[in-house]
Nanobody, 119 residues
């Protein structure tokens, strides 16, 4: 199974970006997917997650600005980031908890995508 993330980049403060992450590979079903981020010198931290039942969870710092959504048919999760701030600058990592047929539930991480917000 692979998680392929895309959509990072450089944006001015107040701008918007949309991240995408698609899961592909052997037979699986999605428990939940989401995004974490890691800023320089800081630990990786939760940004937002969404369950297969579309229950969402957000870090307090992004509530009201970021929206996570999913497309189960495409095994893809999106993160719409609006009103970006310089403190949102980080490497964003896609995360998924997948049920692999016949094997059980496992955590997966995608490659990071850089988001840089200039002031």
């Amino acid at each position: 199974v692979q998680l392929q993330a895309s959509g990072g980049g450089l944006v001015q403060a107040g701008g918007s970006l949309r991240l995408s992450c698609a899961a592909s590979g052997r037979a699986f079903s999605i428990n939940r997917m989401g995004w974490y981020r890691q800023a320089p010198g800081k630990q990786r931290a939760l940004v937002a997650t969404i369950s297969s039942g579309e229950s969402t969870n957000y870090a307090d710092s992004v509530k009201g600005r970021f929206t996570i959504s999913g497309d189960n048919a495409k095994n893809t999760v999106y993160l719409q980031m609006n009103s970006l701030k310089p403190e949102d600058t980080a490497v964003y990592y896609c995360y998924a908890v997948l049920r692999l047929v016949g094997l059980g539930e496992y955590d997966f991480w995608g490659q990071g995508t850089q988001v840089t917000v200039s002031s």
